[in-house]
């Protein structure tokens, strides 16, 4: 007889896109502060979904708002994108892509965001940014092979990888109008 598997813990991000002056469609992605299941990771503004919020999309919007600043209002939502399990920290992430008009400056979370990363699109689709690794963690019985996306000084991998490789041909195509 086999243990029953542990209940996902449901999260919810954003997955904003948008364009700067320069017409270049970009993501906003965020670094994670120092601490937690995550910390120091490359992420979309998310987290767990709470007992008030009435959905995912609900809980997507509150995070994105908390962790840098964008009011719900100013989101036009795109599309719900299929949900992704972490590896082996346990959750399901509930992303939704939304447009939205970025703001001079991000209001970043103390704290919670290390820092907010603009990456443009069309980069992520070059061959030089991709790589992988063998990773070893705390959590990971043994060690694993990762892909990753390099933006700058830092690798996108897990959860996120996998939403924005599935994402990023999809955008380049022009399946959504942004």
Same mark, same amino acid.
């Not at 959905?55 to 719900?80: F, N, W």
């Not at 939205?100 to 991000?106: F, S």
């Given at each position: 007889?086999?243990?029953? *598997?542990?209940?996902?813990?449901?999260?919810?991000? !954003?997955?904003?896109? %948008? +364009?700067? #002056? #320069? &017409?270049?469609?970009?993501?906003?992605?965020? @670094?994670?502060?120092?601490?937690?299941?995550?910390? &120091?990771?490359?992420?979309?503004?998310? &987290?767990?979904?709470?007992?008030? #919020?009435?959905?995912?999309?609900?809980?997507?919007? +509150?995070?994105?708002?908390?962790?840098?600043?964008?009011?719900?209002?100013?989101?036009?939502?795109?599309?719900? !994108?299929?949900?992704? #399990?972490?590896?082996?920290? &346990? %959750?399901?992430?509930?992303?939704?892509?939304?447009?939205? =008009?970025?703001?001079?400056?991000?209001?970043?979370?103390?704290?919670?965001?290390?820092?907010?990363?603009?990456?443009?699109?069309?980069?992520?689709?070059?061959?030089?940014?991709?790589?992988?690794?063998?990773?070893?963690?705390? =959590?990971?019985?043994?060690?694993? @092979?990762?892909?990753?996306?390099?933006?700058?000084?830092?690798?996108?991998?897990?959860?996120?990888?996998?939403?924005? *490789?599935?994402?990023?041909?999809?955008? !380049?195509?022009?399946?959504?109008?942004?």
């Amino acid at each position: 007889m086999t243990a029953p *598997e542990s209940p996902r813990v449901q999260s919810a991000v !954003l997955v904003p896109v %948008f +364009r700067r #002056d #320069d &017409g270049e469609l970009r993501l906003l992605v965020v @670094r994670r502060a120092e601490g937690g299941p995550h910390g &120091g990771q490359l992420a979309f503004p998310g &987290g767990r979904c709470e007992p008030d #919020d009435a959905s995912p999309l609900a809980t997507a919007l +509150r995070e994105a708002r908390e962790e840098v600043g964008i009011a719900p209002g100013e989101v036009q939502i795109l599309a719900p !994108l299929p949900p992704v #399990d972490t590896a082996t920290t &346990g %959750f399901l992430i509930h992303p939704f892509l939304g447009s939205l =008009t970025p703001p001079r400056t991000w209001q970043v979370q103390d704290g919670e965001i290390a820092e907010v990363l603009e990456v443009k699109v069309q980069d992520l689709s070059r061959p030089d940014l991709r790589g992988e690794a063998m990773e070893r963690f705390p =959590t990971w019985p043994a060690p694993m @092979r990762i892909a990753f996306f390099r933006i700058g000084p830092h690798r996108l991998w897990g959860a996120t990888y996998r939403i924005v *490789e599935t994402l990023v041909p999809r955008l !380049l195509a022009g399946e959504w109008r942004v």
